[in-house]
């Protein structure tokens, strides 16, 4: 696991925040649908939360703060927490990462098209494993104190 970004990934990922400002919702609605063929993925969200736009909205916000501060991550530390409360609450797991990568990627490219080049999704790649990463090491943690 590599310690910090790259520059260049960075400077593409605060690059794209204007687009995720206006396309967040878009993209992560999207996300979700592609996430959902998963029936057992599906069954770890809160469907009225979805239903009602709420978690496709709350993911949007993260995803655009993350790309807001992806060059100061001090800044994130409260919402990490949280996010990792919540999926330890709901049975998220490490092997569950892989699946909303290759939901979210895609999704980006289906609402961004030719603005979502190669670079900006190797870039964005590049993003959402560091903090993968970030959170499965916070959530194992926490799964361990819950099992002693």
């Known amino acids: 696991m590599t310690t910090s970004l790259s520059e260049k990934t960075i400077a593409i990922v605060k690059a794209t925040a204007p687009a995720l400002q206006e396309h967040g919702v878009a993209i992560t609605t999207r996300m ?12 770890l969200f809160d469907q009225a939360a979805q239903e009602s736009g709420e978690q496709p909205r709350r993911l949007a916000a993260a995803i655009l703060g993350y ?10 530390t409260p ?13 998220v797991k490490a092997e569950h990462y892989p699946l909303v990568a290759d939901a979210l990627l895609p999704a980006i490219r289906d609402v961004l098209q030719d603005a979502a080049t190669d670079e900006v999704l190797a870039a964005w790649g590049e993003a959402y494993w560091f903090l993968a990463n970030i959170l499965i090491a916070q959530e194992q943690d926490a799964y361990a104190l819950q099992d002693a």
Do not use: P
């Open 79 to 91: 919402v990490v927490a949280r996010m990792v409360k919540r999926h330890v609450e709901t049975g």
């Open 67 to 76: 790309a807001q501060n992806v060059d100061k991550l001090q800044n994130l």
């Open 32 to 43: 979700y649908e592609r996430l959902f063929v998963n029936a057992e993925v599906r069954s």
